[in-house]
């Protein structure tokens, strides 16, 4: 008596379910690569910061003017100018003239200014907003002694003001492609073990 053949291939709904988990778990690594270098690399660097105590020596504006990119739709973006302003604070940690800057994300998008302003359409209203920090560091900070971080390994010769990022920020980041990564492995997975069952289901049922 000849045995009967148990067909191994998978269903069409079988099929898009395992295309399903490997497309989820492609746009997992991905996007975990994406933060990593985008994200995770400035955060983790900011993190490795030291407090400090640091007191404002000079305000300066050298007259440089930097192009920053505005948004004014989906499909609408555009260029303007913000002028440069370099506020000098003197780092305890280090007992030397330093650069301060707003936070890492400004450090590593411009180093060379303190403050990098939202960025509009009009220059006149970049300006007016790097004019209120210069009054900030000016009129209200002066010579107060006040908080910044400073990293002695990576840039010695710059502080950060705001340290932004921090451990739940991480976590947010790690988070997400992670939970995207084993659901797709989830599917992936599921699938063929229901279509290994339904298998020895149909063998067993042939052969009673």
């Not at 988990?21 to 910061?49: D, E, H, K, T, Y």
């Amino acid at each position: 008596m000849a045995k009967s053949r148990v067909s191994h291939e998978y269903t069409d709904a079988e099929d898009k379910s395992i295309r399903l988990g490997v497309v989820l778990i492609a746009s997992g690594v991905l996007s975990f690569f994406i933060v990593l270098f985008c994200w995770l690399n400035p955060i983790l660097q900011s993190m490795q910061s030291t407090p400090a105590n640091c007191t404002v020596v000079s305000v300066k504006r050298p007259g440089e003017m930097f192009e920053c990119v505005f948004t004014c739709g989906p499909d609408c973006r555009g260029t303007s100018l913000y002028p440069c302003l370099q506020v000098f604070v003197n780092n305890s940690q280090s007992d030397s003239l330093a650069l301060l800057h707003y936070d890492e994300q400004q450090l590593l998008g411009n180093p060379k200014c303190s403050y990098v302003p939202p960025c509009e359409r009009d220059d006149q209203k970049n300006s007016e907003r790097v004019l209120l920090w210069q009054d900030y560091w000016t009129k209200e900070v002066q010579s107060r002694i006040f908080t910044c971080f400073f990293n002695q390994q990576r840039r010695p010769n710059d502080v950060v003001w705001r340290q932004a990022q921090n451990e739940s920020v991480v976590m947010h980041c790690v988070l997400w492609p992670l939970l995207c990564l084993l659901m797709g492995a989830l599917i992936v997975l599921l699938t063929v073990c229901t279509h290994i069952l339904a298998e020895r289901a149909e063998a067993i049922q042939k052969l009673s």
